[in-house]
């Protein structure tokens, strides 16, 4: 094989420009068609991400305030629950304290009333004794002297006796 080193040279140089025409109207073609709808999307793409991380730090920022919101009410509630349930044991406090009062002030009327009575059904009591002691006298006087004592004697006796009759006499020894 004989080849001349001048038809080698012509056919690569042939060989070498269309190939390199070739690559030119393949890179036109790419970029045409494919590089530049592909940079689009890309940039599309990119945009979309950075609207999607700007909706996310708007949205975490949102919550984060949210939180402290949320908080700041919680805090608040439990103070003014802490106020309520303070109120309540006060008021209570008050309220048991009220009727320990009014029971106290009932139970001294009732003690009042109750001596009262008693003092009332003593003297009634004293009473009776002083006009059933002074009829046994007026009776047995009427049996000693035998004979039957008028009626104004009768009275008369019973008052004077009822008089005489002292409080020590009727007392009743335990």
């Known amino acids: 094989m004989s080849f001349e080193w001048g038809t080698i040279v012509k056919s ?61 009410e919680l805090t608040e509630a439990r103070e003014r629950a802490a106020t309520i349930v303070e109120g309540a044991q006060t008021r209570s406090a008050e309220m048991i304290d009220e009727a320990k009062l009014k029971a106290r ?42 004979r039957e004592v008028r009626i104004e004697d009768h009275r008369q006796l019973l008052d004077r006796l009822s008089a005489e009759i002292d409080d020590e006499t009727l007392k009743v020894r335990p």
């Open 105 to 146: 002030d009932e139970a001294d009327r009732i003690v009042a009333d109750v001596r009262t009575r008693m003092e009332q059904e003593r003297d009634e009591m004293i009473r009776d004794l002083k006009m059933a002691y002074a009829e046994i006298a007026v009776l047995g006087a009427e049996r000693v002297l035998d």
């Open 12 to 72: 690569i140089n042939w060989t070498l420009v269309l190939g390199l025409i070739n690559f030119a109207i393949l890179l036109y073609i790419l970029k045409r068609l494919l590089f530049k709808p592909a940079m689009e999307y890309l940039d599309r793409r990119r945009e979309l991400i950075a609207g999607r991380m700007a909706s996310a730090q708007a949205s975490e920022e949102e919550a984060a305030a949210l939180a402290a919101e949320r908080s700041r």
